[in-house]
């Protein structure tokens, strides 16, 4: 009986050494895949709470919070809950798109750019390398500062992604919207444009203009006036000075001036902005399906990105609180701004190392989310740091001023070098 048994494992043998060795390598398979599921898991607790703006249960904690969500594009615009948008507002959420963009951007990776309207138009034409347009802008109301940073590097983004760029000083809004002369605004326009070059806007693959000197976009403006009725205006905009609303007009102008003719006719388009652009796109969207016979217009496509919160906590950057800094502050400025700003750190350090921060709420960690941290590892570690209280907000205050003051040297050396080219963009003498 055993001689037969031993024989026939003989005759086998080789078999068994193959069964054994896939039983083995399944028990490998099953404990990498184990530890694969459990990082997946680990990093994201670790990205959520990043790309969140809603989850702190401690939300009271945040100066002025408001439970109110309110869109103003000409007005202080507060947005409490960003999943409201979504049901209230029609915006879709942009992560289900996030796998399909062919080289997502950093704000895209970070859930910073949050939503959109018809973003699949724009992803079929990057995916068939078919013709599309990116078109953002500027108020030119003074220096450049993080928020219009975030929309310089968007629109950046899609140029190199193959977008025919547009580039709008609204100089007409800076007028209607704050009272700037226009004498004033083409001096800060030279400004703010030698910015978007430092930054890396191609002028030679740009079309950058002022709307004041731009006939088509007024032309346009004045042809979307027949289609819009004062109801409309004030159910978007609210009751506002004809000036606002004629202003709104030469936007939606502004948005559709790419599809003129003379730019090569009907093409999906991008707009980047922050959400409380949202009615600009949404008046537009409506006045390009109601003129579509004419002139072909394909409805704009747009993401939005979140807003920065003020240096004090509070939901707006905003001139008035002083609660921001500019690129051409001076290093003493930024030092202060930073060094005083308001933190998610707690009262004590002690409280701080046993507790940890709430990076959700702290203006500190934002800006570096947003801004000054580029590697997503590094991010990362400062999140963690921040809520096991391996970092203190003195500290970390600290690093991010020295970071902030590098980069803002290396951006104003650079600036200089484009002022006049800005000049000559801008058709100045
Ligand atoms: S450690 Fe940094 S991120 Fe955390 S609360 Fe303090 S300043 Fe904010």
């Given at each position: 009986m055993l001689k037969i048994v031993c024989q026939k494992i003989f005759k086998h043998r080789y078999l068994i050494t193959f069964v054994g060795e896939c039983v083995g390598l399944a028990l490998a398979l099953v404990k990498s895949l184990t530890v694969f599921v459990a990082d997946m898991l680990k990093l994201k607790s670790i990205l959520e709470p990043i790309c969140?703006?809603?989850?702190?249960?401690?939300?009271?904690?945040?100066?002025?919070?408001?439970?109110e969500t309110m869109l103003d594009p000409f007005g202080a615009s507060v947005v409490a809950d960003y999943e409201r948008l979504y049901k209230e507002f029609g915006i879709e959420p942009f992560k289900p798109l996030l796998s399909k963009v062919p080289n997502p951007s950093f704000y895209m990776r970070r859930g910073i750019v949050f939503g959109h309207r018809d973003f699949e138009r724009i992803l079929n034409a990057m995916h068939k390398h078919e013709e599309f347009a990116v078109l953002s802008g500027i108020k030119p109301t003074g220096e450049f500062h993080l928020g219009h940073l975030m929309t310089a590097k968007e629109i950046i983004y899609f140029q190199q992604q193959g977008a025919q760029t547009f580039y709008c000083v609204a100089d007409i809004e800076g007028y209607e919207?704050?009272?700037?002369p226009f004498e004033k605004s083409e001096r800060i326009a030279v400004d703010n444009v030698a910015d978007m070059l430092a930054l890396g806007l191609d002028p030679e693959r740009s079309y950058i203009y002022r709307q004041s000197k731009e006939i088509r976009v007024k032309d346009l403006a004045i042809i979307f006036g027949r289609a819009v009725t004062l109801a409309t205006m004030k159910a978007i905009y609210?009751?506002?000075?004809i000036g606002l609303y004629l202003s709104a007009l030469i936007q939606a102008g502004d948005i559709l001036l790419p599809e003129l003719e003379e730019f090569g006719g009907p093409k999906p388009t991008i707009i980047p902005v922050g959400v409380d652009q949202d009615p600009h796109i949404r008046l537009t969207r409506d006045l390009a399906q109601k003129f579509h016979r004419k002139y072909k217009f394909i409805p704009p496509s747009s993401t939005y990105h979140k807003l920065m919160k003020g240096?004090?906590?509070?939901?707006k950057m905003s001139k008035r609180q002083m609660n921001y800094f500019t690129l051409h502050d001076s290093p003493e400025t930024i030092t202060q701004r930073i060094s005083n700003a308001f933190t998610?750190?707690?009262?004590t350090i002690k409280e701080q190392r046993e507790l940890g921060g709430i990076p959700e709420i702290c203006p500190v960690y934002e800006m570096c989310l947003f801004h000054?941290?580029?590697d997503d590892d590094d991010i990362i570690k400062i999140y963690h740091d921040c809520k096991t209280g391996k970092l203190l907000c003195g500290e970390h205050k600290k690093q991010t001023i020295e970071t902030v003051l590098k980069f803002v040297k290396e951006h104003r050396r650079k600036k200089k070098k484009f002022i006049d080219k800005a000049r000559e963009v801008l058709q100045l003498e």
């Amino acid at each position: 009986m055993l001689k037969i048994v031993c024989q026939k494992i003989f005759k086998h043998r080789y078999l068994i050494t193959f069964v054994g060795e896939c039983v083995g390598l399944a028990l490998a398979l099953v404990k990498s895949l184990t530890v694969f599921v459990a990082d997946m898991l680990k990093l994201k607790s670790i990205l959520e709470p990043i790309c969140s703006s809603n989850i702190n249960e401690e939300k009271h904690l945040l100066p002025n919070s408001s439970k109110e969500t309110m869109l103003d594009p000409f007005g202080a615009s507060v947005v409490a809950d960003y999943e409201r948008l979504y049901k209230e507002f029609g915006i879709e959420p942009f992560k289900p798109l996030l796998s399909k963009v062919p080289n997502p951007s950093f704000y895209m990776r970070r859930g910073i750019v949050f939503g959109h309207r018809d973003f699949e138009r724009i992803l079929n034409a990057m995916h068939k390398h078919e013709e599309f347009a990116v078109l953002s802008g500027i108020k030119p109301t003074g220096e450049f500062h993080l928020g219009h940073l975030m929309t310089a590097k968007e629109i950046i983004y899609f140029q190199q992604q193959g977008a025919q760029t547009f580039y709008c000083v609204a100089d007409i809004e800076g007028y209607e919207d704050n009272k700037i002369p226009f004498e004033k605004s083409e001096r800060i326009a030279v400004d703010n444009v030698a910015d978007m070059l430092a930054l890396g806007l191609d002028p030679e693959r740009s079309y950058i203009y002022r709307q004041s000197k731009e006939i088509r976009v007024k032309d346009l403006a004045i042809i979307f006036g027949r289609a819009v009725t004062l109801a409309t205006m004030k159910a978007i905009y609210g009751e506002r000075h004809i000036g606002l609303y004629l202003s709104a007009l030469i936007q939606a102008g502004d948005i559709l001036l790419p599809e003129l003719e003379e730019f090569g006719g009907p093409k999906p388009t991008i707009i980047p902005v922050g959400v409380d652009q949202d009615p600009h796109i949404r008046l537009t969207r409506d006045l390009a399906q109601k003129f579509h016979r004419k002139y072909k217009f394909i409805p704009p496509s747009s993401t939005y990105h979140k807003l920065m919160k003020g240096l004090d906590g509070s939901p707006k950057m905003s001139k008035r609180q002083m609660n921001y800094f500019t690129l051409h502050d001076s290093p003493e400025t930024i030092t202060q701004r930073i060094s005083n700003a308001f933190t998610g750190g707690r009262a004590t350090i002690k409280e701080q190392r046993e507790l940890g921060g709430i990076p959700e709420i702290c203006p500190v960690y934002e800006m570096c989310l947003f801004h000054f941290v580029e590697d997503d590892d590094d991010i990362i570690k400062i999140y963690h740091d921040c809520k096991t209280g391996k970092l203190l907000c003195g500290e970390h205050k600290k690093q991010t001023i020295e970071t902030v003051l590098k980069f803002v040297k290396e951006h104003r050396r650079k600036k200089k070098k484009f002022i006049d080219k800005a000049r000559e963009v801008l058709q100045l003498e």
